[in-house]
């Protein structure tokens, strides 16, 4: 490259190489001319002028970047140089360059999967047009303990007719079919739907048309139905020609006018929707629908709440016997989804797992500010070369982005593995988790975090390095210097901060560990395991389908008692934790309530369900077959009897259930509290009827003590069943527990994942500890070698260096524990049973991190008593 | 040397390699020898620095380079002032007239601020 032209006219190939052994053989001349000893003077040449290698790769780096560049060119020239430099610099130091990336790919690759999770859930619009006009409203009857509550048809009908602020209004129940396909018998889960569902949320169908306004009116029998995209995948193998064709759904011929879209939309799981002609239940007080409202442009949730409020006193003078009492309440449909709770949940998420990454930034920086160190004489080399401090900041920030690219990159494989693992943790009744993706939202910020990491970790490293004065770094060796002992003190204040931030997470994690744990040790009041539950849907239509019914439930219940392995068999009209709820007012015969009403959950039952699921009788009888049909009885729980008659034996008393004196009961038992709703929620008070009584009932679960794993019982269970209602699909087979367990979902869920940013925090923190109190031993090599040559022992010097590096941790713990009290609140809505400042998981930590603080400060100090003091010695 | 060396300012070490230059073209020992003889040594610098002091220079057009044999057949590079060079010394050679005279006018100062 350097070959030139000689002054003789013939090349001669020269370069950096030749021209400093020129330099040095010239000196080293010159030194012997004036009386020095030639190996003396070869030496003294060469220390006058510096570390060869180091000149000549500067030298060489400055013919690299090219001659008569424009000063643009020049920069990117210079750029791909720092890229080029500091990539041939990590392949040289792999055991850094491995230990940074994973630590970058740990921190970047968490945060990246906890936003994805953020951004399915709550960043994410909903995928409807102009989504903050959309609404949720219900009805409201706060006295009486119904603060949101589903919405009357006939109410329905005439907020939708009497409003003034909604474009639509739009009214969905919730229901299952039973459709014969190829004569196979499955349950659909459907919806019934007013017309208005389509155009408040703004979707069409995929095919096909929505429903008229006939086919909605009250009265209408006309056989419609619009098809789910799922059902008609997978059952009607995408056949357009579907339209207009008749399927067989609850034994009736239905023609099929639409298909719906494929799309994430929150109500769209549904097999199939059929017009609800909103009116034909003339019940005020049955309170089923969910209603859904888009509000007139420029209209505000409020707005829309007075102006149904104003409908609901109308209805209330009306209407008193049914209305009095009840206002709306109107809320945007993204927070009647997306609850403020969850929000707030997920947002200590981002909140715990941005720390990891805090962490991981501070001990990368500690790592570089150790290895700017050991780089000190050939950044000082720049430096007097007259490389501009911004020059050094770039070369090593470049570096360091590299890295982080690098750890980014795995970063984002990682985030796809936790997609898997976020989904096998099942969250529960989490919304929209199953739109969760790690798409070009979550590239863009995993990209975002990867440079503000890159840039957060190398600044003070690279600003450090840069700022070290040139003859100080030439002529020593960098040890005891100055900006060594700068080093090490920012190494201790980022140590000290990891130390701080790792306390936080742990002390956040222990107490979602207490919590879980206080909610697992909850009584649910009954004993779910080696239970097996089965839902069933029996339609009756008819009178005489009706009066079948009661020997038809015996018969399922006779065939899956007479199963080897079944103890006791039962129904019941909804599951405990199941998530559905029906509740009623009571009144106790010739008791005046005032206007406070009790409530309680109702539930129908066969006989034999307290002792299938393990529900203690505490006092009186349960239901026997016989007695069902016609005869007014009921067992209700133990909290109600204590609450309605605190003095009197319940046995025997009389309440008129749903205020209705048609419905006079006589309490014939008492049976002991279940927590119905979930573990952390208290019992409710529970009407138990006998389930022959309502035989019309369509939707009914079979719970099946068996005496070994439920699970595996569950085929033989099912054909049991089945062969006394063969055209019946039985569905949501699986054991009690589980469903049990699903209620746990979210905060297993929370409480996995701080604990796991707990321990990630708590590994990089001991990490931290000990790369420190590594470096600083190996510092002081020397000292500890005359200490121990001067009698010291080992563990004297050990004693030394642990307290030295305890004095940083314990500066990092005090920090911690006031940061901790700071903003352990926050985590107040995901706690049970636990204060947000809880000494016992406080003081946990504490002595957890220290013990492991106490480890890593240990291990390099036993290591340095191992050296012999004529090693350490020499080593000056 | 030692205690009275001073730093070399950054920018220094271009302007002296410059001005060693305006006789003639010399190689790097040369250049190397001249500093020191002419500073008395003051500027205490490892001798190495120079190099890829010349070679920036050189890439920036201020001084061109060419390799020839020296008295005793050694491979040499030499170096030469370009015009760019030239103008470049003159232009750094009055900026330092002004900064030292007008570190002197401090420096000889007799009156009292304000």
């Known amino acids: ?876 | 040397m030692g205690k009275d060396s001073l730093t070399l300012l950054k920018g220094t070490l271009d302007v002296l390699i410059l001005k060693s230059l305006s006789w003639a073209p010399l190689h790097g020992y040369a250049v190397s020898r001249w500093i020191r003889q002419t500073t008395d040594d003051v500027l205490e610098v490892q001798e190495g620095v120079l190099y890829p002091a010349l070679h920036r220079l050189e890439r920036r057009g201020l001084v061109s380079a060419e390799w020839g044999r020296s008295d005793t057949n050694r491979k040499v590079k030499y170096y030469e002032l370009t015009e760019q060079g030239v103008a470049r010394l003159a232009s750094q050679g009055k900026d330092w007239d002004r900064y030292a005279s007008a570190m002197n006018k401090v420096l000889g100062a007799t009156e009292r601020p304000l």
């Open chain 1, 1 to 876: 490259m350097n070959e030139k032209i000689n002054k003789n006219g013939a090349p001669v190939p020269g370069n950096v190489t030749d021209e400093v052994a020129f330099h040095l053989e010239m000196r080293t001349k010159e030194l012997i001319d004036q009386g020095m000893d030639p190996a003396e003077a070869r030496a003294e040449a060469r220390r006058r002028f510096g570390d060869v290698r180091e000149v000549t790769v500067a030298t060489q780096r400055e013919d690299l970047t090219g001659r008569n560049s424009e000063r643009r060119l020049e920069f990117f020239g210079e750029v791909r140089q720092d890229l080029t430099i500091g990539a041939r610099r990590l392949i040289k130091a792999p055991g850094f360059s491995l230990l940074a990336i994973a630590i970058l790919a740990l921190g970047i690759g968490a945060n990246s999967a906890i936003f994805s999770v953020l951004n399915a859930v709550v960043l994410q619009p909903l995928p409807y047009p102009e989504p903050d006009r959309l609404v949720q409203m219900w009805e409201s009857a706060p006295e009486r303990g119904w603060e949101y509550f589903s919405v009357s048809e006939r109410n329905y009908v005439d907020f939708r007719d009497s409003n003034e602020t909604f474009e639509n209004l739009a009214a969905v129940a919730f229901s299952s079919y039973n459709m014969t396909l190829d004569g196979e018998a499955i349950r659909l889960d459907g919806r019934r739907v007013s017309l208005e569902f389509f155009s408040t949320l703004g979707i069409q169908p995929a095919l096909g048309r929505t429903f008229t306004p006939e086919e909605d009116a009250l009265g209408s029998e006309s056989p419609v139905a619009i098809l789910g995209d799922g059902l008609w995948r997978n059952r009607f193998g995408e056949d357009p020609g579907i339209i207009g064709e008749s399927v067989v759904i609850n034994d009736t011929a239905v023609t099929v006018v639409g298909v719906m879209p494929d799309g994430n939309f929150y109500f769209d799981d549904a097999e199939v929707f059929v017009p609800i002609r909103a009116g034909t239940n003339v019940n005020r007080s049955d309170h089923r629908l969910v209603v859904l409202g888009r509000l007139h442009a420029g209209v505000t949730v409020e707005q829309g709440e007075a102006d149904l409020d104003a409908v609901a006193a109308q209805l209330a003078i009306d209407y008193p016997e049914s209305n009095r009492g009840f206002d709306t309440r109107v809320s945007a449909l993204y927070d009647s989804i997306v609850d403020e709770d969850l929000r707030q949940a997920l947002y200590v998420l981002v909140g715990a797992v941005g720390m990891v990454l805090l962490i991981a930034c501070a001990n990368l920086s500690s790592l570089l500010l150790a290895r700017a160190t050991a780089r000190h004489r050939e950044i000082a080399i720049y430096a007097a070369l007259g490389a501009g401090r911004g020059r050094i900041v770039r070369q090593m920030l470049t570096e360091t982005t590299l890295l982080a690219l690098v750890g980014g990159a795995l970063g984002v494989l990682l985030a796809f593995r936790g997609m898997d693992w976020f989904r096998a943790l099942d969250p529960g009744r989490l919304p929209r988790f199953e739109t969760l993706a790690v798409d070009g939202t979550v590239l863009l910020f995993a990209l975002g975090a990867t440079l503000v990491t890159a840039l957060l970790a190398g600044l003070l490293p690279a600003w450090q390095a840069s700022g070290c004065d040139p003859q100080d770094a030439l002529k020593d060796s960098g040890r005891g210097s100055s900006s060594s002992t700068r080093t090490r003190r920012a190494r201790q204040a980022l140590l000290a901060a990891e130390i701080a931030l790792s306390i936080v997470l742990l002390a956040g994690a222990a107490l979602l560990i207490r919590s879980f744990l206080q909610v697992q040790s909850i009584d649910p009041g009954l004993d779910a395991g080696a239970v097996l539950t089965l839902g069933i849907n029996m339609p009756a239509a008819t009178e005489e389908e009706m009066e079948a019914l009661p020997g038809q439930y015996r018969a399922m219940l006779d065939q899956a008692e007479s199963v080897p392995g079944v103890l006791a068999v039962a129904t019941i009209s909804g599951l405990p934790f199941g998530g559905g709820a029906t509740s009623m007012d009571i009144q106790v015969e010739g008791r005046d309530h005032g206007e406070n009403y009790p409530s309680a959950f109702w539930r129908l039952t066969s006989p034999d369900y307290f002792e299938a699921l393990g529900i203690p009788l505490l006092k009186g009888r349960k239901f026997y077959d016989e007695e069902g049909d016609g005869r007014a009885i009921a067992i209700i729980s133990e909290s109600m009897a204590n609450s309605l008659w605190p003095d009197q034996d319940p046995i025997g008393q009389r309440f008129l259930a749903w205020r209705d004196p048609e419905r006079t009961l006589t309490v014939i038992g008492v049976v002991g509290d279940v927590r119905e709703r979930s573990l952390e929620i208290e019992a409710m008070n529970i009407v138990y009827l006998p389930h022959l009584q309502m035989a019309g009932w369509p939707n009914m679960y079979f719970v099946v003590r068996t005496d070994g794993d439920p699970a595996a019982m569950a085929p033989s269970v099912r054909a049991a069943i089945g062969q006394a209602a063969p055209d019946r699909p039985l569905t949501d087979v699986r054991p009690l527990s589980d469903v049990l367990e699903d209620t746990l979902g979210a905060r297993r869920f929370n409480t996995s994942l701080l604990l796991c940013f707990a321990a990630v925090a708590l590994l990089l923190a001991a990490a931290g500890v000990y790369g420190v109190m590594a470096y600083s031993v190996a510092q002081r090599t020397s000292e500890i070698g005359i200490r121990m040559a001067m009698g010291a022992g080992a563990s004297q010097v050990v004693r030394m260096v642990v307290k030295q590096g305890m004095a940083v941790v314990g500066i990092g713990i005090v920090v911690g524990v006031l940061a901790a009290l700071a903003t352990t609140r926050l985590l107040a809505s995901m706690l049970f049973g636990v204060s947000p400042v809880d000494l016992l998981s406080l003081s946990g930590s504490v002595i957890f991190l220290a013990v492991v603080a106490l480890a890593a400060c240990a291990l390099p100090a036993i290591r340095a008593t191992r050296v012999s003091p004529t090693e350490a010695l020499r080593d000056t």
